[in-house]
């Protein structure tokens, strides 16, 4: 039996203890590096330092005690699907063990309550977070701690209207949970969440104040989101009938469409072209996701795991949280 080093963790938080103004920007560093997984050049690049700052800023941190490190001496089964996951679609993976959590509702705040952490180490001063809306993120909106950054921005990641809704309420106090933990300044998209027509859509986006946003969203740091599933118990809201009527459901299904990511929807191969639906929606098209250098894809329940193997598979995270059952279910799916 081997004993590993667990990912280091951050001593104390700026917002719970007294930091001298020399530590600020050690403690953001740290962060980026130990729960943010980023390497040394991502960094430097991030915060526009040179590696061999980055590098004395870690050994400060070790040095001063701001990160400690925890030796595990059994096993942890999670950390093996983990590492599965990263060797096959190589991303930064952490798969929670919610044994304790058997509930559907249960494994959700465990898993929010993990990306929370991630995320927070994820976004440094001047950072443009693009958020979809959605009850996953929603759930990790809520165990965001205060973090306040500098010239920070979030971003409505795809449209929240309906035909019985415009969505606003329900889209905008998510945002103002992510402006409010990381001290940013907040900006809604109202639009639809599909326009009747391709052409309705192209119309909009030649509008100004649509353009600004695109271009905002366009050059998000940061992108959090999760993933429907058209045949989970519960899909998602997207997957109502004031959003989708049963023949729209029904032309997803022939078209082999799994499920969703942020409004766009995924065959089980990850592709997303020839589908319809796709002309219409207001979500990040697939190839604009790929561009978002840090992509934080967090997931709540094996129902969602065809979902989840699709976005893999569309190379549309760079960065998974997800409970312990999905993770095996998603192990299983792609193994066969």
Not at 58 to 87: Q, W, Y
Not at 97 to 115: F, I, Q, Y
Not at 199 to 223: I, K, N, Y
């Amino acid at each position: 039996m081997s004993a590993e080093p667990s990912m280091g963790t951050l001593r104390r938080s700026r917002a719970a203890a007294r930091v001298p103004e020399d530590d600020e920007r050690t403690i953001d560093v740290a962060r980026l590096y130990y729960p943010g997984g980023l390497k040394i050049e991502e960094i430097a690049a991030r915060l526009h330092l040179s590696r061999s700052t980055v590098s004395r800023e870690l050994a400060k941190a070790r040095r001063r005690g701001l990160v400690e490190f925890v030796l595990h001496g059994t096993p942890d089964p999670t950390a093996a699907l983990a590492a599965a996951i990263e060797d096959r679609f190589g991303v930064r993976t952490t798969v929670v063990d919610c044994s304790a959590a058997p509930t559907a509702a249960g494994r959700l705040e465990r898993v929010a309550e993990r990306a929370a952490e991630r995320l927070t180490a994820m976004v440094a001063p001047d950072t443009t977070v693009a958020v979809a809306w959605g009850r996953t993120v929603d759930a990790v909106a809520r165990h965001l701690t205060r973090s306040p950054t500098r010239g920070t921005r979030v971003v409505q990641l795809n449209g929240s209207g309906s035909s019985a809704t415009t969505g606003i309420h329900y889209a905008g106090r998510l945002l103002e949970r992510f402006a409010h933990a990381f001290a940013a300044t907040d900006h809604p998209f109202p639009v639809p969440a599909f326009f009747d027509s391709a052409a309705t859509r192209a119309a909009m986006w030649r509008e100004r104040s649509v353009r600004r946003l695109l271009e905002l969203r366009a050059g998000a740091d940061v992108m959090v989101a999760s993933v429907g599933a058209i045949d989970a118990d519960d899909p998602g809201r997207l997957y109502r009938p004031d959003y989708l009527d049963p023949r729209e459901v029904a032309e997803l299904r022939h078209r082999g469409v799994v499920g969703d990511l942020g409004g766009v929807f995924l065959r089980a191969d990850g592709t997303a072209a020839d589908v319809a639906l796709n002309g219409r929606a207001t979500g990040m098209p697939v190839d604009e996701v790929r561009a978002v250098p840090t992509r934080l894809l967090v997931v709540a329940g094996p129902d969602k795991a065809t979902a989840t193997l699709a976005a893999l598979r569309a190379a549309a995270a760079t960065d998974l949280v997800l409970d312990d059952a999905t993770a095996s279910q998603l192990a299983e799916e792609d193994a066969r």
